[in-house]
């Protein structure tokens, strides 16, 4: 019996899953995600003797609670709430179940985090730093290629706001001379138009140049690697700016390519850029993602009363 109800779990999984995937657009990291909450769920109800087609409220409530006994962040319980809740409601839709017992289901309050971000100063002090490397002829040409690889990275990620998914993925098309705009392709399968900069033209230049003297200009990915994926990794790039990041006196903990995401909106809206279009350049599709950033702006509004009203105090 117990086989049956987990090939039945399974199956209802991998349902809501190829809905996602085929209706919604969604990638594979976010439907490893969701595969891996729901597994998580699957796993609590079968121990429980309880399959997904028959989950009760009361079952589901449980579930819930275990997790909060088994220590898990707030920000963890109202994703796995949220993974719950999509498919007990896709289950509803398509006639799988009768009810849907997650609706009523009430999540964790989230205190607002405001996202780390770095000061104008740092992000200068790393392009600096990664700039100096990347222009040491002395080093063996291997190390040097690296370096630039970072600079451009450094570059690219800070004129561009990309993902770090998306920026290491970067097809080699990307670093045409004539190249003024990127197309990336983001959440969703959705393409989205963003703009390049002089200094991210520059980098990408002389980096390919690097690149072809090193003889490793066959790739289609503008950042190759051996590995399995073809190009750089992730985590490969979070290594080499933390690394970059203490030469700079920057901590470990508040450097990785999603804080530059961060400072490129954040340095944006402090110089009077519309949240619109900032939402616009990140690829978020709801602008109330976007509006982790108000902070910046309501200290901005702050300082242009105190700036500019005839009656602020000096």
């Known amino acids: 019996m117990a086989r049956a109800t987990t090939a ?17 657009g969604a990638g594979k990291n976010t439907l490893d995600a969701y595969r891996n909450d729901l597994a998580d769920l699957t796993a609590h109800l079968r121990a429980a003797k309880v399959t997904v087609a028959k989950a009760t409220t009361d079952d589901l409530r449980d579930y819930l609670g275990s997790l909060a006994d088994r220590g898990f962040a707030t920000a963890t319980l109202a994703r796995r709430l949220s993974a719950t809740r999509q498919l007990f409601r896709f289950l509803y839709a398509e006639g799988k179940r009768g009810d849907d017992p ?14 780390k971000v770095l000061s ?66 983001g959440k ?14 520059r980098a990408m230049a002389d980096y390919l140049t ?19 994926q073809g190009h750089l990794t992730r985590q490969h790039f979070a290594r080499d700016l933390k690394s970059l990041g203490a030469a700079c006196g920057i901590s470990g903990d508040r450097l990785s390519p999603h804080v530059l995401r961060h400072a490129f909106a954040s340095h944006l809206l402090h110089n009077g850029a519309d949240l619109r279009v900032v939402q616009t350049l990140l690829g978020h599709a709801d602008i109330s ?18 700036d500019l009203h005839p009656l602020a105090d000096g």
């Not at 997650?102 to 996202?115: D, M, Q, Y």
């Not at 063996?140 to 706001?161: D, I, K, N, Q």
């Not at 090193?214 to 051996?226: E, G, I, R, T, V």
């Not at 982790?292 to 702006?297: A, Q």
């Open 102 to 115: 997650a609706a009523v289901l009430e999540g964790p309050k989230r205190a607002r985090t405001l996202p």
């Open 289 to 306: 993602t976007t509006q982790i950033y108000t902070h910046v702006l309501e200290e901005r509004l702050k300082a242009l009363v105190r």
């Open 8 to 24: 039945s779990d399974d199956a209802l999984v991998e349902l809501f899953l190829d809905m996602q995937a085929a209706e919604r």
């Open 120 to 185: 104008i100063a740092e992000v200068d002090g790393l392009l600096t730093q990664a700039r100096r490397n990347a222009d040491n002829a002395e080093q063996a040409p291997a190390a040097r290629l690296r370096a630039s690889r970072l600079l451009c990275l450094l570059e690219v990620v800070y004129a561009t706001g990309l993902r770090v998914s998306e920026l290491v993925a970067l097809p080699a098309s990307a670093a045409r001379k004539d190249q003024r705009m990127l197309v990336v392709r």
């Open 188 to 201: 969703g399968n959705k393409d989205r138009l963003v703009p390049l900069n002089g200094a991210s033209k």
């Open 210 to 228: 690097l690149r072809s003297a090193a003889k490793a200009d066959q790739s289609k990915w503008l950042f190759p690697s051996s590995g399995e």
